[in-house]
């Protein structure tokens, strides 16, 4: 079993630890750590410890900082596809307190491209995705689309790992998520999002959060695009629709380390069980358990 891991906002992701984090006074650490991360990075991370060699890496990398990004994935022995953009690396902070709280600064990398140079790198982009993609069976496809890309992007890569009958999951919101849904030919098998994320997408009025009415509304989500929709919602248990039937799954009660990434290794555990069993329930309980198994690790993707 192959799965690529496909995540356009690559991240060199710096985690630090304080005993405790205030606001307007000076802050000092000594206890920091650095990690090639990004949404499908932290999966690909996971992945791999499920079982080696399982996971392949796909990213734009940017050129300036790209060297530091390359050391901490091998590292970690996570095989990165890359493609070069001008720029950096985008970076992001994880702030730790003792007492379990978890703060994230995300710094997104500006670039000044002329239409004719984002389009070159798109079609270089898409193209070697097309040639990676033949020798994997899914694909992992998570994170924001930097604003030099295309506004249909994700569907013509959902469409692309289709066509050649691959399995499809998504982590991604908004008109990206919505873009992929406009046609048959690439909604993804799952849509994994969390609750806020869908509410953005599919419902920004709606004022019952109840499960009941979660459930509802992605079960309704499900007959009408044809596929399964997994919403994650923190401690809460988890709400999802196959073929618009309602699962729940449970989650563990822990002590959180650090909770960034959790939702990467529900991805990683939840396709790697369903991949092997075909087993929707069972996969939401090896998801819940990944990203459990990661809350209490300071490394983001570490089970």
């Known amino acids: 079993m192959k799965i690529l891991c496909l995540c356009l906002s690559a991240t060199i992701q710096r985690t630090l630890c304080f005993d405790d984090f205030e606001k307007d006074r000076v802050n000092r650490t ?49 095989d990165v596809v890359s493609v070069p953009i001008p720029g950096n690396v985008r970076e992001c902070w994880t702030l730790l307190s003792s007492h379990g709280s978890t703060t994230e600064v995300v710094a997104d990398e ?67 998520l919505l873009s992929v849904l406009q046609e048959k030919s690439s909604v993804p098998d799952f849509i994994k999002i969390n609750e806020e994320e869908l509410l953005k997408t599919f419902s920004p009025d709606l004022t019952d959060v109840s499960s009941t009415n ?27 629709s196959m073929n618009g039937r309602t699962v729940e799954c449970g989650t563990e009660r822990i002590v959180p380390v650090n909770t960034t990434a959790c939702g990467d290794s529900f991805n990683a555990g939840f396709l790697y069980e369903m991949m092997k069993s075909g087993d929707f329930e069972s996969a939401l309980r090896r998801g819940t358990f990944a990203a459990s198994r990661n809350a209490e690790n300071i490394v983001p993707g570490r089970i």
């Open 30 to 78: 000594s206890t920091f750590r650095e990690d090639a991360s990004g949404k499908a990075l932290n999966s690909a991370r996971v992945l791999n410890q499920l079982e080696a060699g399982t996971a392949k890496a796909f990213c734009p990398v940017g050129t300036n900082n790209a060297s530091r990004f390359f050391e901490l994935a091998q590292r970690d022995n996570i």
């Open 110 to 176: 500006q670039m000044e491209l002329s239409p004719a140079q984002a389009e070159k790198i798109e079609t270089m982009l898409l193209d070697s995705f097309s040639r990676e993609i033949t020798s994997c069976d899914a694909l992992l496809f998570a994170g924001s689309t930097p604003s030099l890309f295309s506004s249909d992007i994700n569907k013509k890569i959902c469409a692309q790992a289709k066509r050649g009958g691959k399995i499809v999951l998504a982590d991604f919101c908004g008109k990206s």
């Open 214 to 240: 979660i459930a509802r509304n992605i079960n309704v989500l499900s007959i009408k695009y044809g596929t399964s929709f997994i919403i994650t919602r923190g401690k809460e248990k988890t709400i999802a």
